[in-house]
């Protein structure tokens, strides 16, 4: 009997961004065997890429292109990958985050102990691609493929700082938990495909209750899997010494753009994918989660002297309040509206107080403790205030991005009944208000040396941009937070199911 191939159908322009960014990062890695200068020309060509993608994500933001791509031939052929607005949300979040990501990296690159190699930016460029995937997979195996094309990179990069113990041994780290937790990924897609016969995300849909505790099971190791990449308790203890070891740039890109990759798959599973009344079984574990990772996070963060070990627990109470929203919008609908919104600011936020970082640590590892930052108003009050105002908006204080998001996850929470996870996260931000001020009394009551320093110019222009977002989504919120709906809208189960 002769075996016939049908090819699936492609629809290249749904994953076009993926492929502008995949296609840039060859490019770079086949320039670079021709281009054997040390200046900044792979960063400048990465940007360009970028861009290119950005621009094209923006055409089918405004055009309201729904679509989808590698779908078998023949009727009962489902799509492995959607594009809607969910995705090109997400997508233009995490353009920005490579964006600002190779900004900061530029200026990092060459003065710390990391040489200017163009392997940087084409791991950078791979590891993008990879979180763009997770939110457009309609499919689990795509899942896993775009968890690990998001992951492996990011391994590589951590320790890229060699010889240097701190950043290899971060590397190693990472690599073994990662690893360890993709198996969990793996068997609960197992688990899933063994419950309801398939990994395509709308079989799941309608065959998930019948897949009984089999499916919970597998349900719950998808969940396991996708807390360690968002650094969710008790699946976070690699979080705050991978960002102490890893280099700078790469922990600011790795704390924005990990984390909103792991969330992407986990909305469009749980929220997407799932039926109704899977709520009454997910919700309640996810509630949980939230709080201990709030409880966690900030309380650890407390006894932090290292300033990049701070934020790794900051980050890790920064999951808990968007799985706070996650847990809240079956009952709302507004949930993850809050969390994209959340995620816009969180992503301005972070990498503005990490580019201040690196312009304070200059030279690599010399200057990551609380005491190094004695005195930053007289050297530099405009760096002072800007690094305040981040501050700000991670502790949630009005007038920056980071109150509004919280305004809204905190709210979607209360209407979901939600009412003693949103207490638990107003305490919990109020405890963070002592380790975030802390940075700030250190820059303004202490006495330090008044030379003026300068920075370069690409790392003054992320900070500038990222406090200037965070202005504005703290005092004119309404007009992303209905992008971010229009984008949840856009999203609906005929357009999962590709009909």
């Excluded at 799932?274 to 709520?279: F, K």
């Excluded at 250190?442 to 500038?464: D, I, K, N, P, W």
């Amino acid at each position: 009997m002769d075996l016939i191939f049908n090819p699936p159908s492609l629809n290249l322009y749904a994953v076009l961004p993926v492929l502008i960014i995949m296609g840039w990062g060859l490019l770079v890695m086949f320039l670079d065997m021709l281009i054997k200068t040390g200046d900044k020309w792979a960063s400048r060509v990465s940007l360009v890429g970028l861009v290119m993608a950005g621009v094209v994500v923006v055409i089918q933001w405004r055009t309201g292109y729904v679509g989808t791509a590698f779908t078998p031939a023949g009727p009962d052929g489902l799509p492995m990958i959607v594009a809607d607005g969910f995705v090109h949300f997400l997508n233009m979040l995490f353009v920005l985050t490579g964006i600002l990501g190779i900004m900061i990296a530029n200026a990092y690159l060459g003065t710390a102990e990391i040489l200017e190699r163009a392997e940087y930016y084409m791991l950078i460029l791979f590891s993008i691609s990879g979180m763009m995937l997770m939110g457009m997979a309609n499919d689990l195996i795509m899942v896993f493929l775009a968890l690990e094309l998001l992951s492996i990179p990011l391994y590589i990069l951590c320790g890229m700082a060699r010889p240097n113990v701190q950043s290899e041994e971060s590397a190693i780290k990472y690599f073994l938990l990662g690893a360890f937790s993709s198996s969990f990924l793996l068997f609960g897609i197992a688990l899933i495909y063994g419950a309801t016969g398939s990994t395509a995300m709308p079989i799941i849909q309608e065959n998930f209750t019948a897949g009984g505790l089999t499916a919970v099971a597998g349900l719950m190791m998808l969940l396991v899997g996708f807390a360690f990449k968002i650094a969710a308790v008790p699946f976070h203890m690699w979080t705050p010494d991978v960002y102490e070891g890893a280099p700078t740039s790469v922990t600011a890109f790795m704390a924005v753009g990990a984390k909103i990759g792991g969330f992407a798959a986990l909305i469009r599973l749980f929220i997407g994918t799932l039926p109704p009344e899977a709520a009454n079984i997910w919700v309640p574990a996810v509630a949980v989660i939230s709080a201990i990772t709030m409880i966690v996070g900030n309380v650890m963060a407390l006894t932090q002297t290292n300033v990049k070990r701070m934020l790794g627990y900051s980050s890790i109470a920064q999951a808990g309040y968007i799985l706070m929203a996650l847990a809240a919008d079956p009952f709302t609908g507004n949930g993850v509206p809050a969390a994209l919104y959340y995620m816009l600011a969180y992503l301005f936020t972070t990498l503005g107080a990490f580019a201040i970082i690196i312009m304070i640590e200059n030279p690599a590892y010399a200057k990551v403790n609380l005491e190094d930052y004695k005195g930053l108003a007289r050297q530099n009050m405009g760096l002072a205030v800007t690094l305040t105002l981040f501050m700000f908006s991670l502790i949630g204080i009005p007038l920056t991005g980071g109150f509004m998001g919280k305004f809204f996850i905190f709210g979607s929470a209360i209407q979901a009944g939600l009412t003693w996870l949103a207490i638990i996260g107003v305490v919990t931000s109020v405890i963070s208000a002592f380790y975030y001020l802390r940075v700030v009394v250190y820059m303004f009551m202490f006495e330090g040396s008044s030379e003026r320093q300068t920075f370069g110019r690409a790392l003054t222009a992320t900070a500038v941009v990222a406090a200037v977002a965070t202005l504005i989504l703290g005092l004119i919120p309404t007009p992303w937070l209905l992008m971010a709906q229009q984008a949840v809208m856009m999203t609906t189960q005929v357009m999962i199911a590709g009909g």
